[in-house]
């Protein structure tokens, strides 16, 4: 186990350190930065099945649910189809409207999760195509998946809460957002050029991220007493912020929780005093000012921030008790970029607390059962 583990304490930490390679792998071979062209040869849909969508049903359970909510922000702003998410275990059973123009798109990292086969089920019975986003091989939605699978290529992933298979996702799901585009015509091919750049400059991005690892280690010296925290953040970095807090709750036990910071003042505020620490994603788009009031109403009660910026952020730095540099990207990309110190944060806090990181108590690997 542990020549497997590959020098790494715990196969999380492994599969985290894997990411610049394998979000380089999901990319190979499906972009071509001369022509702008987006290849996804597993997928089984034509131009014109693609040209007439008006509703994406993007279905999943889990880290796979909140990667559905991030591929809606891709897909609607990059190809203009709306996407409804899902979980797996509601949508068979509230009868969920679709027609001709429908598709589902199914996330799953073991392809054998009950609920999400069910959905992809019942989407079947109405007439409705999936294509399946997936990782593991010779699987039941590969099967199912008569719209075609996109494979993200990650290899096994060993530790239960998910890491490389969450980044896979994403970067499978914009693939699958700039190839609809190009059927769409909702892009040009100058501007599928620019995306693809950004995508191609993603895993160097996150290989800088994991060059110095030390204030997550601090930081869970400081804070692995906390009973209770807070995730916030907007926009594309909205189900981050979700995706942050199950990653602390799954492997530390700390009781976490995500919300879109403009909801805030909406319920959490009332539970922030200086016990709490806030993560707040703050890092630069067309919601940062916004970002930036919700870190100084943190603050004004007492709340203990960590944001997430940019090198060249002054503000949130000026404000935050504490901050975590986050390379530039492009405003939907930073999502991608963003995870990261999620996964490190949970990991350091999950370790400092003597926790069983790879095996968390009472969580499965895959869940086929309902
Ligand atoms: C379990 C795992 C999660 C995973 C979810 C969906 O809850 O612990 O890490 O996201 O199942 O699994 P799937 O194989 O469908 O992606």
């Known amino acids: 186990v542990s020549a497997a583990k590959g020098g790494y304490k715990h196969f999380m930490h492994k599969e985290i350190f894997e990411q610049p390679r394998t979000t380089t792998d999901t990319l190979r071979g499906r972009v071509d930065l001369e022509t702008g062209r987006i290849d996804l040869d597993g997928l089984n849909l034509s131009d014109a099945e693609m040209q007439q969508l008006d509703c994406i049903y993007a279905v999943a359970c889990g880290t796979a649910w909140h990667a559905c909510l991030i591929n809606k922000y891709f897909i609607e702003t990059l190809a203009r189809v709306r996407v409804e998410v899902d979980y797996g275990s509601e949508f068979r059973y509230r009868n969920p409207v679709m027609n001709e123009r429908t598709l589902l798109l199914a996330l799953t990292q073991s392809g054998e999760t009950v609920d999400t086969l069910a959905a992809m089920a019942e989407a079947r019975e109405q007439g409705v195509k999936s294509v399946a986003i997936l990782n593991a091989i010779g699987s039941q939605a590969g099967r199912l998946a008569d ?71 601090q930081l869970a010296d400081l804070y692995h007493h906390s009973t209770d925290m807070l995730y916030l953040g907007r926009w594309v970095n909205a189900p981050i912020a979700l995706e942050g807090a199950l990653k602390m709750k799954e492997i530390s036990y700390i009781h976490a929780e995500g919300y879109p910071a403009g909801e805030m003042k909406h319920g959490p505020i009332a539970l922030i005093d200086e016990r709490m620490p806030v993560i707040c994603i703050a890092t630069k788009d067309h919601v940062y000012e916004k970002m930036l009031s919700n870190v100084e109403q943190v603050m004004a009660r007492g709340g203990k921030v960590i944001a997430l910026i940019n090198p060249s952020d002054k503000l949130v730095r000026s404000k935050a008790d504490h901050v975590i540099e986050v390379p530039e990207t492009t405003p939907l990309l930073a999502a991608v970029l963003n995870v990261i110190p999620m996964q490190l944060f949970s990991y350091a806090m999950a370790v400092r607390r003597g926790a069983d990181v790879d095996q968390p108590r009472n969580l499965a690997k895959s869940v086929t059962v309902e």
């Open 147 to 217: 719209g075609g699978a996109i494979y993200i290529h990650s290899g096994p992933e060993i530790s239960v809460a998910s890491t490389k298979v969450f980044t896979g996702m994403l970067m499978a799901g914009y693939l699958f957002a700039l190839r609809l585009a190009q059927a769409r015509g909702t892009l040009t091919s100058a501007e599928i050029r620019e995306h693809i750049q950004a995508l191609i400059e993603i895993p160097a991005k996150i290989d800088t991220m994991l060059k110095d690892t030390a204030v997550y280690d």
